[in-house]
């Protein structure tokens, strides 16, 4: 039985593990990858502390979508030299950006050795190497592609532990056949290292199935976190082909109290009474057609904003009141969009302050 050893996170546990400095190039790289998940993505980071501030180490992980490099580097103050598609490569801008950080191009129909000898040279030079063993994105369907050796090879021949990391939330967000991610929740795990015993890497060439106990256990290791991912997303997905949830007084209900109130102190004006029939009316259709999917589910959330907006400019004379509502209802249709399980936490409340300031305003004699 091949004799392979993880080591848990007391292996080294300080925050120290991740200090090396970084050459010029990753910085700028590392900062953009950085705003782009602040803004479009919502990405959590975990394990973070396993992988090593200084030598040899391969990153192994899934691969959902052509942002996971920028995933797993995103943390990190130590460069990743990946292995990738050479197509890419041809590319006028995004080609020399690739060069420039050091990737190894590979090509996938004929991959001859000099890529295979490219990564190993990495990691005898102590610096991090990223494989994405499953050899190309992640097919549709369930699971993972059955992984290629290379992986164990690489730790086989040189001695590096193998650190097998998770990225779950990308296949809801770059499906193969779509053009252009979706935002989205991205969760990625970096797991123990995964490290072979030196004696047993002496046999290797004698006994492969060292090299298929590696591949099994990497692929064991990134699995534990992958699949509950999986029966996640597929609840998510007959939830969004469903009916929207009952409609809630304190969600959907607030533009009509706010309606109401209006209503009872001779303040209803035309200019937001009609915006507000709009809204009623569309929600009383949703619930007599029984429309259901993902486009309703969307601007359910999202028409009390608008809404809001559209009343704002009606009523509100001054100009720095208009922008700060319009900037508002932008603002929280960002939220909305992009960190939607934060919004789903606070959603009852900002709508009551923000339709309760609307109403002081206008009962205040502002309309």
């Known amino acids: 039985m091949p004799s392979l050893m993880v080591r848990g996170a007391n ?7 991740v200090t090396e ?34 030598g040899p180490a391969i990153i192994a992980a899934n691969h959902p979508t052509y942002l ?6 995103i943390e990190l103050n130590r460069p990743i030299r990946f ?7 041809r590319i006028p801008v995004l080609g020399h950006i690739l060069r420039a950080y050091g990737v190894i191009p590979v090509d996938v129909k004929k991959p001859g050795r000099a890529s295979f000898e490219a990564a190993v040279k990495v990691l005898r030079s102590g610096m991090l190497f990223g494989i994405f063993p499953e050899g190309g994105r992640t097919k549709k369907g369930a699971g993972m592609n059955p992984f ?34 979706k935002p989205g929740k991205i969760r990625v795990v970096f797991h123990p290292p995964i490290t072979v015993d030196s004696s047993e890497r002496l046999k290797w060439k004698r006994d492969k199935t060292l090299e298929r106990g590696v591949i099994k256990e990497v692929m064991k290791t990134i699995n534990r976190a992958y699949r509950p991912s999986l029966r996640k997303e597929a609840r998510m997905r007959r939830l969004w082909r469903g009916t929207p949830p009952r409609l809630s007084p304190l969600v959907e209900g ?15 004006a035309a200019s937001f009474v009609a915006p507000l029939i709009v809204y009623s009316s569309w929600l009383g259709l949703e619930r007599l ?15 009390p904003w608008i809404t809001l907006g559209v009343i704002s400019v009606g009523i ?6 208009v922008a700060g509502a319009v900037l508002t209802t932008m603002g929280v249709i960002w939220l909305t969009i992009f960190r939607f399980p934060l919004y789903r936490r606070v959603r009852s409340l900002m709508l009551v302050l923000s339709y309760g300031a609307l109403l002081m305003h206008v009962l205040r004699g502002g309309a």
Do not use: N
Request: glycine share 8%; proline share 7%; hydrophobic share 45%.
């Open 83 to 89: 292995m990738a598609y050479e197509r890419p490569m």
């Open 148 to 181: 290629k050796s290379g992986v164990a090879r690489l730790a086989l021949i040189t001695g590096a532990p193998i650190i097998p990391a998770t990225i779950t939330g990308g296949r809801r967000v770059w499906r193969r056949g779509q053009s252009f991610p």
């Open 254 to 268: 607030i533009p009509i109290f706010f309606l109401a109130i209006l209503a009872a102190f001779g303040a209803a």
């Open 316 to 321: 509100v004379s001054k100009v720095l009141l």
């Open 68 to 73: 996971d490099p920028g995933f797993l580097m």
């Open 289 to 303: 057609t029984d429309a259901r999917g993902r486009f309703v589910i969307w601007t359910r959330h999202l028409l």
């Open 21 to 54: 400095s970084s050459p010029s190039f990753h910085g700028p790289l590392r900062k953009f990858a950085q705003w782009l998940c602040t803004v479009y993505h919502d990405i959590t980071i975990e394990g973070i502390e396993h992988v090593p501030s200084h």
């Open 11 to 17: 292996a080294s546990s300080s925050k120290s593990w």
